[in-house]
């Protein structure tokens, strides 16, 4: 199979889908891997690299999605990418189809047979390729809270972890997941104090377990949602559906009840967010302020660290993706069911549940009767 990987052109975004030692394992595999001329440089990999793997270059990305069978990249393709869309071809990258209807509708049109990483999901119901970003964004959303309280962002002025005579600032995670975990594992290592809702008793068991009398854990209801985000400094977004539209837990009305320079960072903005004041943004200009209240909604905030981020998301792609190149998307589906849940858009279909459920006037069918 003819594998591509371009350069990544969305806001500061500086990941790669393939690194060298990728590439060596795809070619290894007897695979022809094509990579466009400075698509590695944003992560510190050189092209000379590339090329020491076995990876042929190319000039222009055109030339690596006309050629290629299957396309690995890390964000969803812009507008300027969809008329290079072939009939057939297989597109492994995050997607994030639920909060995107123009993306949606070219990938239709395109008959592009789509690998989503968010929506791949294990037989112990994880999501592997979701998981690493979640990660990094669930330990980056403390990092960029901390900074945006700082008076002249418009925050409160105060300092996380206070000093000895100082209140210590109050973080809220809405959502107990792989990103909640990680906002909380950071913002207790700094000496916030921390409430955590969840509304998966069995999940706040767990973080109880972990991190005791360190942190307060509530169920998620809309009233414990605004008594806690009322007296919070800062709070952190991390509600998902796999593929799904986010629930708007976050409610507008809360921004007139919170402290004046109290901050948002809603790191489910990728799937349209779980705010409703929450507007998508970039690491160009990452916040606004709304009824006083600081808003930081990138969506891309991995890109932010893309040498972290690139080893890590190659680190749990690259498995699923040579099964794939060895066999094509549907033999790979057959000898690996897994793959079946990544699938999101098929010969002009729709063939993720989540997904069809934001976009009713297409058709849909479910991956694992496609084929």
Request: proline share 4%; net charge negative; aromatic share 8%.
């Given at each position: 199979?003819?594998v ?25 595999a ?39 069978d ?36 070219a990938l ?25 970003m979640?990660?990094i964004?669930?330990?980056l ?30 973080v ?14 950071i ?11 969840d ?17 307060q ?18 709070v ?6 796999p593929?799904?539209?986010?629930p708007?837990?976050f ?22 967010g779980?705010?409703?004041?929450s ?6 200009d ?13 969506g ?22 040579l ?6 998307l ?33 058709e ?8």
């Amino acid at each position: 199979m003819v594998v591509g990987c371009v350069k990544e052109i969305k806001n500061n975004e500086f990941r790669v889908g393939m690194t060298p030692d990728n590439v060596k394992s795809y070619v290894n595999a007897g695979h022809r891997v094509l990579v466009e001329c400075g698509a590695g440089v944003g992560s510190g990999f050189q092209d000379e690299e590339y090329a020491a793997a076995g990876a042929e270059l190319t000039a222009s990305a055109k030339d690596v999605w006309d050629a290629c069978d299957m396309m690995v990249k890390v964000k969803e393709p812009l507008p300027e990418e969809y008329n290079l869309f072939h009939d057939g071809m297989i597109l492994y990258t995050y997607l994030h189809l639920a909060a995107d209807p123009e993306q949606t509708e070219a990938l239709l049109k395109g008959k592009v047979k789509t690998v989503a990483y968010e929506t791949l999901m294990e037989t112990d119901r994880s999501l592997p390729l979701l998981a690493p970003m979640s990660q990094i964004a669930g330990r980056l959303s403390i990092q960029e809270g901390t900074k945006y309280l700082e008076k002249r962002f418009g925050g409160e002025g105060i300092l996380l972890a206070g000093v000895p005579g100082t209140p210590k600032a109050h973080v809220v995670i809405l959502g107990g997941g792989t990103v909640g975990m990680n906002a909380c594992k950071i913002a207790v290592g700094i000496g916030a104090d921390v409430t955590i809702l969840d509304i998966n008793l069995k999940r706040l068991e767990y973080l109880d377990d972990i991190f005791g009398a360190r942190i307060q854990t509530l169920l998620s209801n809309d009233s414990n949602i605004e008594r806690a985000v009322t007296s919070a400094d800062l709070v952190i977004g991390s509600v998902l559906i796999p593929g799904g539209a986010t629930p708007k837990i976050f409610k507008r009305s809360y921004l007139s009840k919170m402290k004046n320079g109290s901050v948002f960072v809603d790191v489910a903005i990728d799937q349209g967010g779980c705010g409703e004041s929450s507007h998508v943004t970039s690491h160009d200009d990452p916040i606004y302020i709304e009824e006083g209240v600081v808003h930081y909604c990138v969506g891309n905030m991995p890109g932010a660290v893309p040498r972290t981020s690139t080893i890590a998301l190659t680190n749990a792609t690259l498995r699923y993706g040579l099964q794939i190149a060895e066999s094509g998307l549907e033999e790979a589906c057959r000898k690996n069911p897994v793959i079946y849940s990544g699938i999101n858009t098929y010969d002009g279909m729709i063939a993720n549940k989540n997904v069809a459920d934001c976009y009713p006037q297409y058709e849909y069918k479910d991956a694992c009767e496609l084929f």
